[in-house]
């Protein structure tokens, strides 16, 4: 007789529940089957389909060049990988810039068209409006405020964000009007320490760091670099758990020299 254990699905209402008892949310993005099977038969809570496969998968400078097509595609691969963790679909730049009206059609796609369970998109007040309907469609919205790479050229580079009071407090604003607006959760990156505790402690909502220090709600890292597999360049916020890159390397170059001597396959690899 088999049994089955029943797997409880991560959804908002877990979210909110995590932060109401100070446990923390575990969170890394995921663009493809295996890893995404992986992280969740693992445990991880909540894995986000970030529009970094521009930079980490397809080889791009920046995430600009990231389509909803590109999105949809690899949004797909891991829902379909995945029971238990809660699935995050991000908007790529100009999918929700464009009007109200195509951002929450595009939002829905992510749902209807890959099976993600919300979106995230990049902005303070500035896209309080699109998240309010996006929310008021069904749609859970986290939301991203600090360093948005989408607007990298208009940050003047990739840079902590919050250093001085205005635009703390525009932080700390930005916040409580995406919260307002329907928002469940919301990635704080690159902001110094200090600020994210104080954002955190002043929202109902959890708040998600990446270079955001150690107070905030949960943690989340793009999956590429805490594996040790993106060489290009790798962020201070970033701990690498593995080095994949020099393991990959390694097989490999193992692998060429054992076809090149003869010497695989070997007669348990052959019929």
Do not use: W
């Not at 940050?155 to 932080?171: M, N």
């Not at 919260?179 to 954002?199: H, N, R, Y």
């Amino acid at each position: 007789m088999s049994t089955q254990v029943k797997i409880t699905r991560v959804t908002t209402a877990t979210v909110r529940d995590m932060k109401k008892k100070g446990e923390k949310i575990s969170m890394l993005t995921a663009y493809d089957y295996p890893t995404a099977a992986a992280m969740d038969e693992a445990g991880i809570d909540v894995i986000l389909v970030g529009d970094s496969l521009g930079m980490v998968v397809l080889g791009y400078d920046s995430t600009l060049p990231v389509t909803m097509e590109d999105m949809i595609h690899h949004t797909k691969a891991v829902t379909r990988a995945v029971n238990r963790a809660m699935v995050i679909g991000d908007m790529p730049f100009m999918s929700y810039q464009v009007s109200v009206e195509e951002a929450v059609r595009n939002a829905g796609r992510f749902m209807q068209e890959a099976g993600a369970h919300g979106v995230k998109l990049e902005g303070g007040r500035e896209v309080a409006e699109v998240t309010r309907r996006i929310a008021q469609a069904g749609i859970p919205v986290m939301g991203h405020i600090g360093l948005t790479p989408q607007s990298v050229h208009q940050l003047g580079g990739y840079k902590v964000q919050g250093k001085d009071h205005p635009s703390a407090t525009k932080l700390l604003e930005d916040a409580k009007i995406l919260e307002d607006a329907g928002a469940f959760s919301i990635v704080l990156e690159c902001v110094p320490a200090q600020l994210a505790e104080k954002i955190t402690a002043s929202l109902s909502m959890s708040t998600i760091g990446i270079g955001g220090g150690l107070h905030c709600d949960g943690q989340v890292l793009v999956v590429h670099d805490m594996l040790g597999l993106f060489e290009r360049f790798t962020p201070k916020f970033v701990k690498k758990y593995t080095n994949l890159n020099v393991q990959i390397k390694g097989a490999v170059t193992q692998y060429i020299d054992e076809v090149k001597k003869g010497s695989f396959p070997g007669p348990e690899h052959s019929f």
